[in-house]
């Protein structure tokens, strides 16, 4: 009998990374995996992986979180295939840019509000019918330090992240009566988009670790996915509204994240 | 679920919505920015009602869990349980959908009779259960309509869309239980595939768009869940492609279409890309 024995999960960007590996955690656990993620391939993969590796009952969906109807039918697919959704996970992120806020676009900005805000409030607001009818739920957002500090050169992401954690505090006492938790993670891990800029900058990754208290950047599925298990679960039922920074420390470390930025786009 | 609607909002009211082609019609016209009433006999999942009559198999799927979906979606649902054996219940259950949406654009006669010995002969099917075929295959069906349409008629005008079969028009090659349908079905869908067409004709010049629309072979609960259903099950497609068809048709089918036509919804589906 796992942790999570037979609760539906909806995890979005699952196909890597932090995503994946909470996805891996959770069937660990014995929930039912609905792997939403924007790359056919790797979702399937990974809903494959979850069934041969843990036996779950895994099933993946391709999901642009930037597309409100996708979103919606997402969770309409868990709906129909296991009749409820008990836990949400807004992990998915992608096509942020890395430079001067003076030369944001509009475009920029509303594409990262876009998939990194209102792709979560859409898939709350869809699993909330369920969540309420059955009097328990539990949401986990993925934040992260690069908006609670103010990293440099990611604005639409660190805008997106810190409205996603106004959001979480909202829902959470919004949907207190109900009996659903909502609370953030901000991790600090090596990430499937990270792996690519440490790859291209290897003096960055051994930088990003050296500045971790712990010496080394978390993994998404030792390191983070164990709180993510936690705050799905029925020991997190009365934690709601918070955030966990799961980071090694480094929220209480400051943050010497300083790249080198274009003078122009 | 009473609140107070907006009148621009498209509305729906889906028959037999608990699972099945319903219940897809109902998510994909909630998908597609409708405000959807449903009826069914299933409150609940696991009501008495959630099984297949014949085999006592369990079947997933309630007015309840529909209702989910439907708000899941970002819509309004308005759930009425409704039997059709109940005739006196019929025209009340019109009007509750009506009262709980403030109008309807879109009647979707999808319900028919659901209880066991669905699968035999003329002469192995009880004289009682003949009439309660036609009773809940036709007559439901008018009463309902017939309600609809009088506020479709007051407003101007709406769409009524019948999920029709091919066993209203065709001979199977073989009997039931040998690959094909059973006489009772077969005659009381092609009554009921007459009214779309007499609707038009009646009413087209108030406004009134009716259409046959044939489902095909869908994969629902209950046809997975019936062995003497396994030719349907492995020729079909899955209840999604329906929702998705009947919602095009909702937008914009029904204006490119000649009024009181027929449509197989797998070619719709087709020519739409819903279906390779």
């Known amino acids: 009998m796992g942790r999570l024995q037979d609760r ?7 196909g890597d990374g932090i995503g ?22 790797t979702g399937a993969a990974v809903a494959d992986e979850l069934t041969a590796e843990f036996g779950a009952e895994a099933h993946a969906v391709t999901t642009d979180v930037a597309d409100e109807a996708a979103v919606r039918a997402m969770v309409v697919a868990a709906l129909d295939r296991w009749g409820t959704v008990d836990i949400l996970v807004n992990n998915a992120w992608g096509g942020g840019s890395l430079g001067r806020l003076e030369y944001k676009t509009n ?130 039922r009365y934690l709601t509204g918070n955030t966990l920074f799961v980071d090694g420390g480094s929220h209480i470390n400051g943050a010497p994240w300083a790249p080198e930025l274009p003078d122009r786009p | 679920m009473s609140a107070p609607t907006s009148s621009n909002v498209p509305t729906a009211l889906v028959t037999g919505a608990s699972r099945g082609i319903g219940r897809a019609i109902a998510i994909g016209l909630a998908g597609a920015g409708f405000d959807v009433a449903i009826t069914a006999r299933t409150v609940h999942d696991g009501d008495p009602t959630a099984f297949e009559p014949d085999t006592g198999v369990p079947l997933p799927g309630s007015l309840a869990s529909t209702a989910t979906a439907i708000e899941s979606c970002g819509r309004r649902a308005v759930p009425t349980r409704l039997d059709l054996l109940d005739l006196d219940a019929l025209a009340p259950a019109v009007d509750a959908a009506i009262a709980g949406l403030g109008h309807l654009d879109l009647l979707v006669n999808n319900a028919i009779y659901v209880g066991p010995g669905a699968h035999r002969r003329f002469l192995e099917t009880e004289p009682e259960d003949l009439a309660r075929r036609v009773c809940c295959n036709v007559t439901a069906q008018l009463l309902i309509t017939q309600r609809a349409i009088a506020h479709m008629v007051g407003r101007g005008g709406g769409l009524v869309l019948d999920i029709s079969s091919a066993a209203g028009q065709l001979t199977p090659r073989r009997p039931v239980g040998e690959g094909g349908w059973p006489l009772a079905y077969a005659v009381t869908k092609a009554g009921f595939h007459r009214i779309a067409d007499m609707l038009a004709l009646e009413y087209g010049d108030a406004g009134v768009r009716a259409f046959n629309l044939n489902p095909g072979f869908v994969a629902t609960e209950r046809v997975l869940a019936v062995e003497d259903l396994a030719f349907v099950a492995d020729r079909s497609v899955r209840p999604e492609v329906v929702g998705r068809v009947v919602a095009w048709f909702a937008a914009t089918g029904q204006h490119r279409l000649e009024n009181g036509s027929y449509h197989q919804v797998t070619e719709l589906a087709r020519e739409l890309g819903y279906l390779p």
């Open chain 1, 8 to 14: 539906v999960a909806v995890i979005t960007g699952a």
């Open chain 1, 20 to 41: 994946r590996g909470i996805a891996r955690a959770f069937a660990r656990e014995g929930a039912r995996i609905l792997v939403a993620e924007l790359h056919p391939e």
């Open chain 1, 107 to 236: 475009e920029q900005m509303a594409h990262g509000l876009q998939v990194g805000f209102y792709g979560p409030f859409w898939a709350m607001q869809a699993a909330l019918p369920a969540m309420r009818a059955q009097g328990r739920g539990n949401i986990i957002n993925l934040c992260s330090l690069n908006g609670v500090n103010a990293h440099i050169g990611t604005a639409e992401y660190n805008c997106a992240k810190e409205a996603l954690r106004a959001l979480t505090r909202t829902a959470a006492r919004e949907w207190a009566p109900y009996g659903i938790v909502v609370n953030a993670i901000c991790p600090g891990a090596k990430t499937a988009a990270s792996r690519a800029v440490f790859a291209a900058n290897p003096e960055l990754e051994l930088m990003a670790d050296a500045a971790n208290p712990m010496g080394r950047l978390g993994d998404p599925e030792a390191d983070i996915a164990p709180v993510a298990v936690f705050l799905a679960g029925d020991d997190a």
